[in-house]
C-alpha cells in the first residue's frame, strides 16, 4: 500500500461508481464517510514507517511513480491530509440536506483527489496542470444540466485556465534563474509571470471579477466548496515555490508584492461587501477578502508566516461551511437573494439567519468567532511592521463587519406586527447549529487545533525555518 | 526548414484571425483543424513526429467532441450575449493590432528563450494572442472554448522546445480533451423550457 494510492487514487476511483447513484443520501454519507476515513487513516498511521499489528506487518510506502514522473506523500504531509480529508467529509455530509449531494459527492471527491495530487506531484510544477484539470471538473460540479451557463462560470473557466500556462513558463525560467543567479532581468522577468499566474488562480486583484458573478449564478453550496478548497490547495502550492527558490523567498520585493496584493483584497472585498445587497455576492467578497488575509499572512516573520497560513485553513472552511448551507437554505425560500427579497426572513428561519450572519461575522475577525485570534495575530503582527498597513487592514474588516450588519438588519426588517413562523428544516437546522457551536470553539478555545496544526511546517525544508 | 516554419506560422494566423472573424461554427471547426496541424508542424520542430502527433490527434478529438455536440445545439441559443463591439471590421482591426504587438515583441521572447526559432515564437505568440483576444470579446461557452483551445495550442508550441517529458504531453492532452468535454456540458446545459 502506498499513500499516494490511499489518498489520491482510491478517492479519485471510488468517486466513478459514485456518479452511478442517485440517492442523495446514500451518496452523501458515502462520500463523507470515505473521508473520514481516509482523514482519520492519515490522523493515526504515520506514512514510511512500519507497523506492526499482533503478526502482521505493514508499512504505508510515501511513493508511487507514474510515466517517469513520482507522486509521493512524506510523514510532513499526514497532518495535512487529516485537516483536508476532515474537513471535507463535513462539506460532503452537508450535500445530503443541501441538495447538491450527487454531484458534490463523485466529483467533490475527484477534485479534492486531484488536488491532494498537486501536492504531492514531482516536479512539484506539473501541480499547475493537475489544478487545472480540477477546475474543468469543477465545472459540472457548480453548473447543473437544466442551468444555462452564465458569464460568471465562463470567467471562472477563463481566468483559472489561463493561470496554468504562466506558472508553467515561470517554472522552466525559475530553474534557468538557479543555473543562473546573477541574472537579475530573467529573475525579475520569471518572478512576474509566476505572480501573473497565481493572480489568475487565487484571483487576486484585479482578477476577481468573476468570483461576485459566479456567486450569483451557482449553488451556494457547491460555490462555498470551491471557495475553499482551490485557494487553499493553490496556496500551498505557491508556498512550495517559495520553499524551493531562496532568492524568491528572500525578495523584498516579493513580500511587497504580496503585502500590496493582499491588503488590496482585504480593502476591496471589505468594501464591496459593505455596499453589495445580494447575499451570494456578499460571501464572494468575503472570500476575496480571506484569501488576501492568507497573502497578508506572508508579510510576517518568516517563522509566523507559515503558522498563519495554515490556521487561516480550518476556520476558512468552517465559516464558509456555515456560510453556504445556511444560503442554500434562504435560496429554497426565495426567489433571489437580494437584499429586498430576503427582508424579514429571521422571523422564519432564525437558525439560518444566525448560521449566516455568525459565519460572516467570523470571517471579518469578530470576537469569540473562529476567525478572531488568527485576524488579531495578523493585525498585530503587521502592526509592528508598518501601522499604515494595519490601519488599511482594519478598514477591510470593518467593511466586512458592516456587510454583516447590514445583512442583519435586513433579515430582521419584519413588516410591524408580523410574528414568529418558524419553517426552519431539521436537517440543516442541526447542521447549521453544530457549525456556529464549532465556529464558538474555534473563537474561544483556539488551541484545541494546536495538535494537528504543529506538524505543518514540516512538509516545507526551508519555509519558516 | 525555416521558410517551411514561416510558412506555417502564416497558417496559424490565417486560422486563429479566422476563428476570431468567422460566426459559421463549421467553419470555425474546420480552421481550428488546420490550426491543429499547424501547431503539430511546429512541435514536431522540437519533438519526435509521433509525440508531436499527440497534439494533433488530440486536437482532432476535441474538434469532433464540439462538432457533434454544436450539431445537436440549435442555432438560436447562440449569438445572444455581446461583450464588445462585434462588427466584422472591428474584429479584423484588432486582429492587426495584436498581430503587430506579436511582431514586436517575438524578437525580445527569442532573447528569453534562445534555440526555439523565430517562426515557432511568432507561431505561438500569435495563437496566444489572438486567442485571449477571442476570450476578451465573448461570454459564449462555443466561442470561449475555441478561445481557449487556441490559447492552450500557442502555450503548448512553445512549451514543447522547452519540456520533453511524456507524463506532460500527455496531461496536458488531458487538459484539451477536458476542455472539449466541458465545452460539450456547457453547450448542452441550459434551462428546461429551452430543451429541444
Known sequence: MSAPLLWIILPAALAIPALLIHNRRILSIFGGSLAVLLGLIALILPIDQALQVGSFSFKIAPDIEILGRRLILTPADGSLLAIFYGLVAVWLFGGEVTGTAHRLTPLGLMVVALLVASIAVEPFLYAAILIEIAVLLAVPLLLPLNQAPGPGVMRFLIYQTLGMPFILFAGWLLAGVESSPGDLALAVQSAIILGLGFAFLLAMFPLYIWLPMLADEVSPYALGFLFWVLPTITIIFGMGFLDRYSWLRTSAQLSQTLSLGGLLMVITGGLWSAFQRHLSRQMAYAVIAETGFSLLAFNLSPEKAVDAVFLLIIPRSLALLVWAMSLTQLKEQVESLRFSTVQGLARKHPVTTAGL???HLSVAGFPLLAGFPIRLALWEGLASQSLGVAFWFLVGVLGLLTGATRT?????????????????????????GIGVISLFLLGIFPQILRPVMANLPAMFEHLGK | MTITAWIVSGLVLVTSGGLLISRDWRLELGLLGLQYLGVFWLTSLHWPISMAAIKLVTGWMAIATL???????????????????QGRLFRIFTA???TVIVITAAPSVEEIIPGIGLPVISGSLILMGLGMLHLGMTVQPFRVILGLLTVLSGFEALYAALESSILVAAMLSTVNLGLALVGAYLLTAHKPEESV
Request: a negative charge; zero cysteines.
Open chain 2, 67 to 85: 462538432g457533434i455536440t454544436r450539431l445537436n445545439v440549435k442555432e438560436a441559443e447562440e449569438g445572444t450575449k455581446q461583450l464588445w463591439p
Open chain 1, 408 to 432: 442583519l438588519a435586513v433579515l430582521v426588517m419584519a413588516p410591524q406586527g408580523s410574528g414568529w413562523e418558524i419553517h426552519e428544516r431539521w436537517g440543516p437546522g442541526i447542521m447549521i
Open chain 1, 357 to 359: 450572519i455568525l459565519a
Open chain 2, 96 to 98: 492587426g493590432i495584436v
